[in-house]
């Protein structure tokens, strides 16, 4: 299975914890641990275990549904560019797998 220790992490400390991190975290999201990724942000959890279809973390970093919710976000300051396809599937897998 797909774990947030070994799978997922890696790839949000590349790709999203320079905003989403332990200081001053957009959108009061920490992604930074798994109980900030369970907790959500000001706008209400992120990740639905069991569901990667309905959850708003992947429709954003698979650039689905509006522009604005992006991540991370087009011609951001640090270039961080967005996930790939292998990235992208793994979150899809661990939120299926239950998000552990």
């Not at 369970?38 to 959890?45: A, Y």
């Not at 640090?78 to 979150?91: F, S, W, Y």
């Amino acid at each position: 299975g797909v774990s947030y220790a070994t799978d997922i992490k890696p790839i949000f400390e590349t790709s999203c914890t320079k905003c989403h991190g332990a200081e001053k975290p957009k959108a009061r999201l920490r992604l930074d641990s798994l109980a900030g990724v369970l907790k959500g942000g000001e706008e209400g959890k992120v990740v639905l275990p069991g569901n990667s279809a309905g959850s708003v973390l992947v429709q954003n970093v698979a650039h689905a549904g509006h522009p604005d919710g992006y991540m991370p976000p087009p011609r951001n300051k640090a270039n961080i560019p967005p996930l790939t396809k292998e990235q992208i599937g793994l979150v899809r897998a661990w939120i299926d797998q239950g998000a552990k």
